[in-house]
Protein backbone atom coordinates (compact mmCIF):
# COMPACT_ATOMS: atom_id res chain seq x y z
CA UNK A 1 0.00 0.00 0.00
CA UNK A 2 1.59 3.54 -1.28
CA UNK A 3 1.96 6.55 1.30
CA UNK A 4 -0.75 8.04 0.19
CA UNK A 5 -3.23 5.76 -0.43
CA UNK A 6 -7.14 6.80 -1.51
CA UNK A 7 -5.70 10.27 -0.44
CA UNK A 8 -6.48 13.47 -2.91
CA UNK A 9 -3.74 15.40 -3.44
CA UNK A 10 -3.97 18.82 -5.36
CA UNK A 11 -0.61 20.78 -6.46
CA UNK A 12 -0.27 24.10 -8.56
CA UNK A 13 2.23 25.24 -10.58
CA UNK A 14 2.45 21.61 -11.65
CA UNK A 15 3.26 21.21 -15.68
CA UNK A 16 7.15 21.01 -14.84
CA UNK A 17 10.18 20.32 -12.54
CA UNK A 18 9.94 19.44 -9.32
CA UNK A 19 5.95 19.77 -8.70
CA UNK A 20 5.31 17.64 -11.78
CA UNK A 21 7.83 14.95 -10.44
CA UNK A 22 5.76 15.52 -7.12
CA UNK A 23 2.59 14.73 -8.77
CA UNK A 24 4.15 11.48 -10.65
CA UNK A 25 5.13 10.47 -7.03
CA UNK A 26 1.77 11.05 -5.28
CA UNK A 27 0.26 8.70 -7.74
CA UNK A 28 2.79 6.09 -7.66
CA UNK A 29 1.87 6.02 -4.07
CA UNK A 30 -1.66 5.63 -4.66
CA UNK A 31 -3.44 9.49 -4.56
CA UNK A 32 -5.59 11.35 -7.48
CA UNK A 33 -3.84 14.11 -7.84
CA UNK A 34 -5.31 17.52 -9.29
CA UNK A 35 -2.79 19.23 -11.26
CA UNK A 36 -2.80 23.21 -12.38
CA UNK A 37 -0.73 25.13 -14.78
CA UNK A 38 -1.42 28.03 -16.70
CA UNK A 39 -0.42 26.94 -20.60
CA UNK A 40 -2.74 24.45 -21.01
CA UNK A 41 -0.26 22.40 -23.99
CA UNK A 42 1.75 21.99 -21.25
CA UNK A 43 -0.42 20.99 -18.61
CA UNK A 44 -1.71 18.30 -22.03
CA UNK A 45 1.53 17.06 -21.51
CA UNK A 46 2.01 17.38 -17.92
CA UNK A 47 -1.38 14.73 -17.60
CA UNK A 48 -0.21 12.36 -20.12
CA UNK A 49 3.38 12.25 -18.51
CA UNK A 50 1.54 11.36 -15.36
CA UNK A 51 -0.86 9.01 -17.07
CA UNK A 52 -2.83 7.90 -14.78
CA UNK A 53 -5.18 9.35 -11.72
CA UNK A 54 -4.51 12.95 -12.65
CA UNK A 55 -6.65 15.63 -13.43
CA UNK A 56 -5.44 18.46 -15.26
CA UNK A 57 -7.24 22.13 -14.84
CA UNK A 58 -6.01 24.74 -16.55
CA UNK A 59 -5.60 28.47 -14.47
CA UNK A 60 -3.00 31.10 -13.06
CA UNK A 61 -2.85 30.82 -9.36
CA UNK A 62 -2.89 34.41 -8.87
CA UNK A 63 -6.20 34.61 -10.43
CA UNK A 64 -8.46 34.14 -7.81
CA UNK A 65 -11.21 33.04 -10.63
CA UNK A 66 -9.43 30.30 -11.61
CA UNK A 67 -8.59 29.22 -8.12
CA UNK A 68 -12.29 29.21 -7.63
CA UNK A 69 -12.20 27.22 -11.24
CA UNK A 70 -9.65 24.77 -9.96
CA UNK A 71 -11.52 24.08 -6.70
CA UNK A 72 -14.73 23.44 -7.80
CA UNK A 73 -13.64 21.38 -10.45
CA UNK A 74 -12.12 19.06 -7.37
CA UNK A 75 -15.07 19.59 -5.23
CA UNK A 76 -17.51 18.34 -8.08
CA UNK A 77 -15.31 15.18 -8.84
CA UNK A 78 -13.54 13.87 -5.37
CA UNK A 79 -15.63 16.35 -2.78
CA UNK A 80 -12.56 16.58 -0.38
CA UNK A 81 -8.35 17.26 -0.26
CA UNK A 82 -6.18 15.32 1.49
CA UNK A 83 -3.09 17.09 0.41
CA UNK A 84 -2.79 20.78 -0.99
CA UNK A 85 0.63 21.26 -2.45
CA UNK A 86 1.22 25.41 -3.31
CA UNK A 87 3.75 25.12 -5.28
CA UNK A 88 3.53 27.72 -8.51
CA UNK A 89 5.61 30.45 -8.51
CA UNK A 90 8.31 32.27 -10.60
CA UNK A 91 11.10 35.02 -10.34
CA UNK A 92 12.98 37.25 -12.17
CA UNK A 93 16.05 38.84 -11.30
CA UNK A 94 16.20 42.59 -10.69
CA UNK A 95 18.91 44.36 -9.23
CA UNK A 96 18.52 47.42 -6.45
CA UNK A 97 17.90 50.59 -8.55
CA UNK A 98 16.65 49.01 -12.00
CA UNK A 99 13.76 47.32 -10.24
CA UNK A 100 10.28 48.12 -12.11
CA UNK A 101 6.94 48.40 -10.46
CA UNK A 102 5.69 45.46 -12.97
CA UNK A 103 8.94 43.31 -11.47
CA UNK A 104 7.65 43.54 -8.19
CA UNK A 105 3.55 43.16 -8.65
CA UNK A 106 4.78 39.82 -10.68
CA UNK A 107 6.17 38.25 -8.14
CA UNK A 108 4.39 39.06 -5.32
CA UNK A 109 1.05 38.53 -6.59
CA UNK A 110 1.80 35.24 -7.79
CA UNK A 111 4.35 33.86 -5.08
CA UNK A 112 2.56 35.83 -2.01
CA UNK A 113 -1.02 36.47 -3.00
CA UNK A 114 -1.28 33.42 -5.29
CA UNK A 115 -0.09 31.03 -2.23
CA UNK A 116 -2.24 32.85 0.38
CA UNK A 117 -5.45 32.73 -1.99
CA UNK A 118 -4.55 28.78 -3.16
CA UNK A 119 -4.79 27.55 0.66
CA UNK A 120 -7.50 29.83 1.82
CA UNK A 121 -9.40 28.32 -1.02
CA UNK A 122 -8.43 25.30 -0.59
CA UNK A 123 -9.57 25.44 3.37
CA UNK A 124 -13.04 24.21 3.02
CA UNK A 125 -12.62 21.27 1.30
CA UNK A 126 -9.24 19.96 3.39
CA UNK A 127 -10.12 17.47 5.46
CA UNK A 128 -8.83 17.36 9.46
CA UNK A 129 -5.30 16.17 9.80
CA UNK A 130 -4.53 17.30 6.19
CA UNK A 131 -1.66 18.35 4.98
CA UNK A 132 -0.63 21.82 2.96
CA UNK A 133 2.98 22.58 1.45
CA UNK A 134 4.00 25.79 0.21
CA UNK A 135 7.16 26.24 -1.69
CA UNK A 136 9.71 28.10 -0.75
CA UNK A 137 12.79 29.35 -2.08
CA UNK A 138 16.19 29.29 -0.64
CA UNK A 139 16.84 32.62 -2.18
CA UNK A 140 15.31 34.17 0.73
CA UNK A 141 17.78 32.70 3.43
CA UNK A 142 20.54 34.12 1.36
CA UNK A 143 21.73 37.44 0.20
CA UNK A 144 21.70 36.27 -3.55
CA UNK A 145 22.66 39.53 -5.74
CA UNK A 146 20.01 40.61 -7.84
CA UNK A 147 17.16 38.67 -6.20
CA UNK A 148 15.51 41.04 -3.77
CA UNK A 149 12.25 40.89 -5.26
CA UNK A 150 11.94 37.07 -5.62
CA UNK A 151 13.56 36.32 -2.31
CA UNK A 152 11.07 38.88 -0.54
CA UNK A 153 7.93 37.33 -2.20
CA UNK A 154 9.19 33.56 -0.98
CA UNK A 155 10.10 35.29 2.70
CA UNK A 156 6.66 35.50 3.21
CA UNK A 157 5.78 31.70 3.33
CA UNK A 158 7.15 30.42 6.58
CA UNK A 159 5.23 33.49 8.35
CA UNK A 160 2.35 32.30 6.96
CA UNK A 161 3.06 28.78 8.33
CA UNK A 162 3.12 30.08 11.45
CA UNK A 163 0.54 31.81 11.62
CA UNK A 164 -1.65 29.19 10.04
CA UNK A 165 -0.42 26.15 12.26
CA UNK A 166 -1.54 28.30 14.86
CA UNK A 167 -4.98 28.91 13.57
CA UNK A 168 -5.65 25.44 12.12
CA UNK A 169 -5.02 23.52 15.49
CA UNK A 170 -8.51 22.38 16.22
CA UNK A 171 -8.69 20.84 12.49
CA UNK A 172 -4.86 19.25 13.01
CA UNK A 173 -3.98 20.57 9.55
CA UNK A 174 -0.42 20.97 9.15
CA UNK A 175 1.52 23.83 7.35
CA UNK A 176 4.85 23.35 6.04
CA UNK A 177 7.39 24.79 3.77
CA UNK A 178 9.13 23.24 1.66
CA UNK A 179 12.32 25.47 0.57
CA UNK A 180 14.65 24.01 -2.15
CA UNK A 181 17.69 25.49 -3.18
CA UNK A 182 19.01 25.40 -6.96
CA UNK A 183 17.04 22.98 -8.98
CA UNK A 184 17.45 22.18 -12.80
CA UNK A 185 14.04 22.92 -13.92
CA UNK A 186 12.56 24.71 -16.38
CA UNK A 187 12.48 27.68 -14.70
CA UNK A 188 16.00 27.72 -13.49
CA UNK A 189 16.84 27.47 -17.30
CA UNK A 190 14.91 29.94 -18.35
CA UNK A 191 16.75 32.59 -16.30
CA UNK A 192 20.04 31.36 -16.28
CA UNK A 193 23.25 31.92 -18.08
CA UNK A 194 26.30 29.33 -18.08
CA UNK A 195 28.23 31.42 -15.68
CA UNK A 196 25.06 31.95 -13.22
CA UNK A 197 24.90 28.25 -13.39
CA UNK A 198 28.22 27.27 -12.72
CA UNK A 199 28.26 30.55 -9.83
CA UNK A 200 25.24 28.52 -7.91
CA UNK A 201 27.08 25.34 -8.17
CA UNK A 202 30.04 26.88 -6.90
CA UNK A 203 28.53 27.20 -3.21
CA UNK A 204 26.73 23.62 -3.23
CA UNK A 205 28.82 21.21 -0.99
CA UNK A 206 28.06 18.23 -3.72
CA UNK A 207 28.99 20.99 -6.63
CA UNK A 208 25.63 20.13 -8.76
CA UNK A 209 22.46 21.12 -8.65
CA UNK A 210 19.42 19.09 -7.12
CA UNK A 211 17.12 17.01 -9.30
CA UNK A 212 13.45 17.43 -9.33
CA UNK A 213 12.83 13.79 -8.09
CA UNK A 214 15.06 14.76 -4.70
CA UNK A 215 12.23 17.41 -3.94
CA UNK A 216 9.60 15.67 -4.79
CA UNK A 217 10.83 12.82 -2.48
CA UNK A 218 10.24 15.54 0.66
CA UNK A 219 7.23 16.48 -0.46
CA UNK A 220 6.09 12.97 -0.03
CA UNK A 221 7.45 13.36 3.49
CA UNK A 222 5.59 16.20 4.41
CA UNK A 223 2.08 14.84 2.59
CA UNK A 224 2.53 12.00 4.23
CA UNK A 225 1.75 10.51 7.94
CA UNK A 226 5.60 10.16 7.96
CA UNK A 227 5.32 13.63 8.99
CA UNK A 228 2.88 13.73 11.34
CA UNK A 229 4.61 15.89 14.24
CA UNK A 230 6.14 18.48 11.52
CA UNK A 231 4.25 21.47 11.38
CA UNK A 232 4.98 24.88 11.05
CA UNK A 233 8.50 24.40 9.73
CA UNK A 234 10.66 25.51 7.01
CA UNK A 235 12.12 22.92 5.38
CA UNK A 236 15.29 23.68 3.67
CA UNK A 237 16.40 21.31 1.13
CA UNK A 238 19.33 22.85 -0.58
CA UNK A 239 22.35 20.52 -0.52
CA UNK A 240 23.34 22.70 2.66
CA UNK A 241 23.94 25.78 0.81
CA UNK A 242 22.92 27.67 3.36
CA UNK A 243 24.68 26.09 6.33
CA UNK A 244 28.30 26.90 4.95
Known amino acids: MGKLEGKVAVITGATSGMALAGAKLFVDEGAHVFIQG ?18 GVQGDSANLADLDRLFETVRRERGSIDVLWASAGAGAQGKLGEITEEQFDAAFSLNAKGTLFTVQKALPLLVDGGSIIMTGSNASLRGYPDWSVYAGSKAVLPAYARVWTSELRDRKIRVNVL ?26 PRRSMGQPEEIASVALFLASDD ?13 GTTVI
Open 38 to 55: RRQDALDDAVALVGRNVT
Open 179 to 204: TPGQVSSPMMAAVMTPELKAQFESVI
Open 227 to 239: SSYVNGQELVVDG
